[in-house]
């Protein structure tokens, strides 16, 4: 790969993409690109940008880093606005061989929408089998809770949606912990190397403290993956 293309790639590199973040990017684009019928020309790797870069939004608000590498130098992280499972709202439009991400930018993002969601993963999570039957009493009563709280017909304001968006935390976070206690320490450990090597590239220009935040962040966010678990949780 060279030229215009090889220049894309190495970007994503002097930023601190990491390689398992490019993939799944890359992935994105491909299952939307497969799912409009066969095709046979090749896909030029300039396609899967913004896949890739939405990817990368949605790994660094995970993990809470806010710089990307430039070069020698760190600018400013300016988020793109998708939000965590923003694979399941893109949109598309057509670009010469091409499908282009385009990204929902609400300005305000729809809390019954990200119900409607986390409904779906975790519907989706259990059918895959990935969580199995430790989940199983969970995941019924979180998904009792959403239900519950997006079924309401006058929607959820004031005080019940600040109520609301408290208890999708801490569902998020029982979530997380009874996810946690399936691994063994073998598991724990192997995470926690991809993790650090994923920041290993923003770790020189991070104090102790949010380096430590950021890779309990980046650990969290690979058992999510492990599991294929939704963030339930919303900001």
């Known amino acids: 790969m060279t030229g215009p293309s090889f220049d894309l790639v190495a970007g994503w590199a002097a930023q601190g993409v990491p390689l398992k973040v490019a993939f799944k990017g890359i992935d994105r684009y491909f299952e939307r690109y497969y799912a409009k019928g066969p095709r046979r020309r090749p896909v030029k790797i300039d396609f899967c940008e913004a896949d890739v870069l939405d990817v990368f939004d949605q790994w660094r608000r995970a993990t809470g880093v806010t710089a990307v590498r430039d070069g ?17 709202s893109v949109a598309e439009e057509s670009v010469g061989d091409g499908l282009q991400a385009v990204p929902e930018r609400a300005a305000k993002r729809s809390l019954r929408a990200h119900l409607e969601r986390v409904v779906t ?9 990935a969580t199995g039957e430790p989940f199983d009493a969970l995941i019924d009563r979180v ?17 019940a949606r600040r109520a609301a968006i408290e ?7 029982e979530l997380l912990e009874q996810a946690r206690g ?12 991809e993790a650090d090597e994923e920041l290993s590239p923003f770790r020189a220009g991070m104090p102790p403290d949010a380096f430590t935040r950021a890779r309990h962040a980046a650990v969290d966010r690979l058992v999510r993956e492990r599991f294929n678990l939704p963030t339930i949780s919303f900001t």
């Open 72 to 88: 020698l130098k760190s600018v400013p992280y300016r988020s793109s606005g998708v939000d965590s499972i923003a694979e399941e």
């Open 182 to 193: 399936m691994l063994d320490e073998g598991a724990r450990a192997a995470m926690v190397r």
């Open 167 to 173: 208890r999708l935390t801490a569902l998020d976070g």
């Open 121 to 129: 993963r975790m519907t989706s999570a259990r059918a895959s089998g």
């Open 143 to 159: 998904s009792r809770e959403l239900e519950t709280a997006r079924s309401d017909p006058r929607g959820l304001r004031g005080e």
